[in-house]
């Protein structure tokens, strides 16, 4: 029942907001904040869950463990990225979220180099064999 | 977990309790005696909400990184 005591959370958490922001806006936006890390604490055991059934996928189909941990990785770090551009978001720093996405975009796009290098260099040994044949 | 969701409304009461002194202590004509009463309680809340980023901050590190 863990979904009940999520959107229970949530519920309590938004009119708490409500309340303390027409008091003190850092601290309405601190407890939402620290509302969305109790939920993605929460879902973190789950998201285990996901990742150790991927990871065993993985090994039995032989496949190379760097791609999938860089692939994890990918995943885990547009996970943080988002939640901290929401956060930004909330507190009326468009500017600032807009950054940090980007910086998510350019870091992922830097991981995923060696997958591209493997590509081209797989692509590469077909092709003569293909123009030989 | 009542643990953890007992710090949401800790800092929730903090944060109402600061906004309240403040209201006293300016309306007694403190100003600035206000000013640091809010900057000491943003300081205290600010340090529980970090204490829980880095601890989730660790998890996701453990789940998505080091596999």
Redesign the interface.
Known sequence: MDILQIVGLGLAVTFLALILKEKNQVFALIVSLVAGVFILLMMVDQIRLVMDMLNNMAQNAHLNNVYVATILKIIGIAYISEFGAQIAKDAGQNSIAGKIELAGKLIILVMAIPILTAIVDTVMHLMPQMGGG | ?SL??N???Q??G???I??MI?TVLKQMGKDDWAQWV?LI??IV??Y??AT??D???E???Q???Y?
Do not use: S
Request: cysteine-free; glycine content about 6%.
């Open positions: 977990m953890d969701v710090t949401i409304f800092i929730a903090i944060g109402i600061v906004a403040q809010t309680g943003f809340i600010l529980m909400a829980l980023i601890d989730l901050f998890k996701i590190r789940v998505f990184l596999m």
